[in-house]
DNA sequence: TTTATAATTTAGATATGTCTAAATTTTTAT
DNA sequence: ATAAAAATTTAGACATATCTAAATTATAAA
């Protein structure tokens, strides 16, 4: 069986789990900037998604949104497809990682799940998409990730990339070009104390590069002591 | 970029591909029953597809339905791209052959011309999918096939299948069961002359099977003789 | 606490693709 | 050539998901 949701409600779930990974409700106005429509039609939508049987959302005036269990499962499954589907382009097709996330979008609607789990055991049951975000497993558990925010990174300390997390095209391809992406190594070489950019070098090498705060909050990365304690433990 | 139709013209042009194969136009009737819609609905979906730019059908009233070269166009892309996505479904995924159909009817409105070139280098250019069906080349020109019904095969002549046409799962699940699928040996032991049904063994072996009129002639073969000339050739 | 601003909802329209029922046209048979 | 049957089209409705504009409600500021 497909995903039992129109692409649409499948969006506006996916939406709103991300806009309350927080752990708090978010409102018809974010839902509405984030999934490019009016805020009208997220009223809409939302009465929909509330009165279904069982309902997707909880949803009160002047309370907010959240996602039910049942949201929330199919918020999963979805991540989970879109995720696979992610890997196997970059992997198996030979995509370019910035060009995954367009297409995956859309596969991620019209898959089966037949497709879903022999997609899964092609890869290997893997754990992380191309940009290193976690993929829900079989039974929608997130695998954990202790990366920290390379912003958050002590100078001179040598740390494994683990994730990339950002969705424009444009920032992901130079970043891919200059060889930041999961599994590279890097070194923040100073910091910038009025803007926080960072200054680092990728893989032991010569040249340097410089990433604005907000980039550097979105990427993760793990110290080389700890990802090696990690392995061998 | 996607395939710039929506699913339902894409259906509707590949329904009118199937039926105008033989070279003559369709009917609204036809297509009504194909597509599984009312009367009235394929009405008023050959009006919009004639007067798109271009127009995908020639339609004329008391006349009948022909698809015009962009329409024909389009039909042959969704035909390539959904026997190439058959082929991945049976190749790479490993789903069963009477499986493939109902996936790759989803799959091909909703993959991009980079998803369907990256495809069919994956699986080097196939020219034919699990059943047979010849796959539209880059060009979406169609590769040949010689092959005669198995309706038609002599007696006591050892032959190779070549094509399975069939939208029956059932069906393509008992013949695949039976080892009856493109690649397999056959040869026809005797022919009821009442009701043409076969009498045939596969791949030399000793069981004996069935099989209707209507079924034989949907089943496409190649004398070994003749194989083996081709290939020498 | 009243007003101004911001957020949200309602009301009504649009586009797509479908349906049923009725009207019309075409084909076939007498 | 006309009547009966079959095929096709029109007319009007419905569901989904969106929009704009207006109305309402909530929040923040004075």
Redesign the pocket.
Known sequence: MNSRF????G??LKAIYQLTLNGEQT????L?EM??????????????LANQVPPLVD?Q??Y?VTLTSAGMQAALRLTRRHRLLEEFLYRTLGYDWEDVHAEADELEHVISSRFEDYLASLLGEPEFDPHGDPIPNRDLAMPVNTAIPLSELSENVDAVVRRVKSSHEDLLQHLGQQGLRPGSQIRVLSRNPVDHSIQYSINHGEITQVLGYEVSRNIYVEELAAAGLRLSG
């Not at 129109?6 to 409600?9: C, P």
């Not at 409102?27 to 974010?30: A, D, E, G, Q, T």
């Open positions: 129109s692409r649409s409600v969006d506006y409102s018809p106005l974010n509405a999934m490019n429509v009016a805020p009208s039609s997220v009223t809409s939508m939302l009465k929909k949803y005036k002047s907010g």
